[in-house]
Structures are given as structure tokens and as C-alpha cells.
């Protein structure tokens, strides 16, 4: 089993820059892609970014060029830095294990864009 508590969200201005951190504890390992997603209110959750063992990322297309993802296997972190921040960012970013075929959550942490 694993737990992963984020943080790191809070308000930031149009343009402005987060940093958003994921700790698990538990079942973890280098081999397990992590990654993160966010929902906002009325909207179905949509991936933001991905990082698997090798290192290797992807993201959303809405976030490409102003998001990185980065995992510290030894601390048990992934991070996700997201600048110049837009008016549709705003969310709950989620971050994820997936694991044997399987997506594990935390809680989340909520991003406000607002000026």
C-alpha cells in the first residue's frame, strides 16, 4: 500500500510560478510510474504530466512548455513545477502511483489563479 500527500497549491497570480510536491511513503519504487493529474470543478480529471522509471515525461499539451515533473526516488518525491500560470489552471492536482495495472491517489492539493 501506498500513501501520497501532496502540497505545495495555493494562490498565485496570473503568470506566476508553484511548485507542487508529492510524498509517499509505503509501496514505492523506481520502477513505478508517478505522475500527476488535477480536476477542477465541473470538468473530469485530466493528466498533467507523467514520469516513469527511466526518467522519461510526458504531458498535456495545455501545460507543455511551462510545467516540469521530476521524482527524487530516494527521498520518495515527485515534483511538479509550473510557471507563468494561466486563468484555466486553476484545480485540485492529484498526485499518482501507478502500479501493477492500478492508479493509487493522494488527496490532493488546490491551485488558485487568481490576480
Known amino acids: 500500500q501506498v500513501q501520497l500527500v501532496e502540497s505545495g497549491g495555493g494562490l498565485v497570480q496570473p503568470g506566476g510560478s508553484l511548485r507542487l510536491s508529492c510524498a509517499a511513503s509505503g509501496s514505492f519504487s523506481s520502477r513505478y510510474a508517478m505522475g500527476w493529474y488535477r480536476q477542477a470543478p465541473g470538468k473530469q480529471r485530466e493528466l498533467v504530466a507523467t514520469?516513469?522509471?527511466?526518467?522519461?515525461?510526458n504531458c498535456a499539451d495545455s501545460v507543455k512548455g511551462r510545467i516540469t515533473i521530476s521524482r527524487d526516488n530516494a527521498q520518495k518525491m515527485v515534483y511538479l513545477q509550473m510557471n507563468r500560470l494561466k486563468p484555466e489552471d486553476p484545480a485540485v492536482y492529484y498526485c499518482?502511483?501507478?502500479?501493477?495495472?492500478?492508479?493509487?491517489w493522494g488527496q490532493g492539493t488546490q491551485v488558485t489563479v487568481s490576480s
Open positions: 499518482y502511483q501507478r502500479r501493477s495495472g492500478a492508479d493509487y
Open positions: 514520469i516513469i522509471c527511466s526518467g522519461s515525461t
